[in-house]
C-alpha cells in the first residue's frame, strides 16, 4: 500500500527528534519527584519562623537548578526558579504566607523540597515528607505533620498553615494540660488553628504526660535524676500496652487511613513521646528502617530544649522529663514485640492498619 504524505512527515519528525520534549531518552524528560542517585541529602530549605524567608543550603560542589510549586504535581519544569555552580547558602524568593515545595535537580538526580521544621510559633512542628524508606521511597511532603501544643500561633503563622490546606488535627493531650497545670506554674494552652481544619479530634493519652498528678507526687516526694529516666520508660511501655491508650492510637489510624482527612497533624504537649510513638508507628508502617526512626525521634531533644530550659532550671530532677532517650523509644519496640509478637503484627491485628494502603497514601 501506498504511504501518503502524513506518514513520512510523521517518521520524519520521530527520526529528527522533535517530538521529545527535553533530549532522545526517558532519563532527560521532565520528572516530578525523586529520580537518579539519592540527592536528597545534597541540599535543604528553613524558613525563619518571624519573617518567614526561605534559604536553600547546598552542601554538593556540583551545578544545580531549583523548581517550585505549590504541590509535586504543579511544580513548573520549564523555568528554574534559582541555579548555581555549587555549594552555599541561597535566598529564596517566597510568598511569606504560602508554602512551597521544591524540586532540587543536579546531573546525577534530582530530589523533592521543602522545610523540615514549620517556620511557626512553637518547638516542634515538623513535616515528615522527605523521610526516606528502606526499599528507596520517600515520604510524601505536606501530609502528616508532627507538633507540640498548637496555642502559640499568631496571624502570620495561620496563613502560612492555611496555604498547606490542614484539615485535620489530633491532640493527645488530656483536659488538665490543656487547662493549664504544673502547680498553675504552665499556662493553659488550647489550640489556635488554621480556619482550613475541618476536624480538631482530641484522643488524650495520659502516659507521656510529663506533669500528671503521678509524676508531680514523685517530685515533690523527692527522687532522683536515674527515677525519673524509669517514669519515662515506663510511659513509653503503657502507651502501647494500656488498653485505653491502645485504642486511642487505633483511632488515630482511622484518621491516618482517610485521605478525606490530610493533610493531618497530630500532636502533645512537646510533640516527644506521645508524638514520637505516633511517628514511630507511622513510619515503621510505611517501610522506614529503626535506625532512620530513632534518628527523627531524638531531634526533638535539640527541639524542645529552650520550651522546658526555665523549669529545668528551677527543678534539675526533671531533666529526664522533658527530653528524649533511645532506651525510651526502644522500651516502647520491646514490650510490642514481647506483648503482641512483633511490630507487623501490632500494626495490623491491634491498630487495624493497612500497610498498603498507607504505603500508597504516603510515599513517592
Known sequence: MKKNLS???????????????????????????????????????????????????????????????STAEDIDMNTPCLTGDGKGSFDLSVDAAKRQLFLFKNSE??????????PVHGYNFRDLGGIKTSDGKF???????????????????LAY????????????????????????????????????VKEASNLPINAGNIFSDEILAKISGGTTLDAMAQVM?????????????VAQYKEFFKLV???????????????????????????TALGVDKATIMEDYLL??????????????????IAPLVTVD?????????????????????????LGVDLDKMKQLYLY
Open 257 to 283: 487511613q482517610n485521605e478525606n482527612s490530610l493533610p493531618l497533624s497530630y500532636h502533645c504537649s512537646a510533640g516527644k513521646d506521645r508524638t514520637g510513638v505516633a511517628t514511630m508507628l507511622i513510619l
Open 161 to 196: 498553615l492555611g496555604s498547606t490546606g490542614l484539615k485535620t488535627v489530633v491532640d493527645f493531650r488530656t483536659e488538665t494540660e490543656k487547662e493549664g497545670g504544673f502547680g498553675g506554674i504552665m499556662r493553659p494552652s488550647p489550640d489556635i488553628l488554621p480556619s482550613t
Open 109 to 118: 538526580g534530582q530530589a523533592l523540597l521543602a522545610e523540615t521544621l514549620l
Open 7 to 69: 506518514y513520512y512527515l510523521l517518521l520524519l519528525f520521530c527520526v529528527s527528534g522533535l517530538f521529545v520534549s527535553c533530549g532522545d531518552d526517558d532519563d532527560e524528560k521532565p520528572t516530578i519527584g525523586y529520580s537518579g542517585k539519592d540527592i536528597s541529602g545534597d541540599a535543604r530549605i528553613a524558613r525563619d519562623k518571624e519573617t518567614k524567608k526561605a534559604v536553600l543550603s547546598v552542601t554538593s560542589d556540583k551545578a544545580w537548578e531549583l523548581y517550585a510549586g
Open 300 to 317: 526533638s531533644a535539640k527541639l524542645v530544649e529552650a520550651k522546658y530550659k526555665d523549669y529545668v532550671d528551677m527543678i534539675k530532677v
Open 139 to 157: 515520604v510524601r511532603w505536606g501530609r502528616l505533620f508532627r507538633t507540640d501544643e498548637m496555642n502559640k500561633l499568631d496571624d502570620a503563622d
Open 326 to 350: 533511645e532506651k525510651y523509644l526502644n522500651a516502647a519496640y520491646d514490650k510490642i514485640d514481647e506483648k503482641y509478637g512483633s511490630m507487623a503484627k501490632f500494626l495490623t491485628e491491634t
Open 233 to 245: 520508660v515506663n510511659s513509653y511501655i503503657e502507651m502501647v500496652t494500656v488498653d485505653e491508650y
